[in-house]
């Protein structure tokens, strides 16, 4: 079976690092950057079967108690005529550099710096807006947007994106079992939130159980 060995998965990720020197290699085919609460990065997620690969720019809530880190408004480089588009391990630097500028153009929050607060949760609005699925009902997103909008201990911020909620739950589409009202799943949805003292709890377990606090950090976003 076709794959990636260790010694190209090194060279891959550092060829990438240094088209984004502001990522840090945290494993092979992994960069990651910490801001705050939040994880941005790109993951270099091997194509099954196969010595290619995708870019995929993303970020992942530490205020999200989950055991991996997950591609949270992960996007897949683009081909230049549609579809998402793999890399060959065997790709030169030229490549490779190539491919990087094409993924910073496309990708939902700056790479080349810190994204801020209200650039990440703009981008989660977008995506719920777009997305078929995640928009339609209480996801991960719709959580993940309010728990780093609360850990921001900003009223302002928090009203915000609890006044897009609102509204976004008037089409939400599928509830939690046992909840037969929309009304009702979005009463839950709110009262779920965290405060900010039980998310800066997750956040500190998250960074010790996904092995991240030797990244860079940024303290706020």
Request: proline letters at 6%; glycine letters at 6%; a neutral charge.
């Amino acid at each position: 079976m076709a794959g990636i060995d260790a010694k190209a998965r090194r060279r891959i990720s550092r060829a990438w690092q240094e088209s984004f020197p502001g990522l840090d290699i945290w494993r092979p085919m992994r960069l990651l950057r910490r801001i705050g609460p939040v994880l941005q990065g790109i993951c270099l997620d091997q194509v099954p079967g196969r010595d290619h690969y995708f870019p995929t720019s993303h970020v992942h809530p530490l205020t999200m108690d989950f055991p991996v880190i997950s591609l949270s408004l992960g996007h897949r480089l683009a081909g230049r005529h549609g579809g998402n588009e793999s890399v060959s391990a065997t790709a030169g630097e030229a490549d490779i550099r190539d491919a990087a500028d094409r993924l910073r153009a496309q990708s939902p929050l700056p790479l080349d710096r810190n994204p801020t607060l209200d650039e990440i949760l703009g981008a989660y609005r977008d995506h719920l807006l777009s997305d078929p699925v995640s928009g339609r009902g209480p996801s991960n997103e719709v959580k993940n947007l309010l728990a780093l909008a609360r850990f921001s201990r900003s009223e302002r911020v928090m009203a915000e994106q609890t006044a897009f909620v609102v509204e976004l739950a008037k089409s939400w589409a599928y509830r939690p079992d046992g909840v037969h009202l929309r009304d009702e799943c979005l009463e839950l949805t709110l009262a779920e939130v965290p405060d900010r003292t039980a998310l800066q709890a997750v956040v500190d377990s998250q960074v010790v159980r996904l092995t991240v606090d030797r990244l860079g950090f940024v303290e706020q976003l």
